[in-house]
């Protein structure tokens, strides 16, 4: 089992930044691929990024060059860091571990956090 917990959504304007965090217990992480995910209102939930246990990463297209996704095995922990947030980013933020690699369905994924709500306003 693992379990995740997500930190550090909130209200922020248009343009500004935010940094989000989740702290994995249970399993060795350094051996898990994580991935971020979000869900607006009355939409499906997306895959946002990922990162391999090796630290290779990719994106969906709508946040390339302004989120990135890090890891600190050291703590356990994966990043993504979001800047230039846009209204669209609006969001419940979810984080997720897999013992594969660069998934980007949400089937991949047997382990969640609860997640965490950003909200971006104009």
């Known amino acids: 089992q693992v379990q995740l917990v997500e930190s550090g959504g909130g209200l922020v304007q248009a343009g500004d930044s935010l940094r989000l965090s989740c702290v994995a217990s249970g399993r060795t992480f350094s051996r898990l691929a994580m991935g971020w995910f979000r869900q607006a209102p009355g939409k499906e939930r997306e895959f946002v990024a990922v990162?391999?246990?090796?630290?290779?990463?990719t994106y969906t297209d709508s946040v390339k060059g302004r989120f990135t996704i890090s890891r600190d095995n050291a703590k356990n922990t994966v990043y993504l860091q979001m800047n230039s947030l846009k209204l669209e980013d609006t969001a419940v933020y979810s984080c997720?571990?897999?013992?594969?690699?660069?998934?980007?369905?949400?089937?991949?994924?047997?382990?969640w956090g609860q997640g965490t709500q950003v909200t971006v306003s104009s």
């Open positions: 990162i391999s246990w090796s630290g290779i990463n």
């Open positions: 997720a571990a897999n013992l594969g690699g660069l998934e980007t369905s949400i089937y991949a994924y047997p382990y």
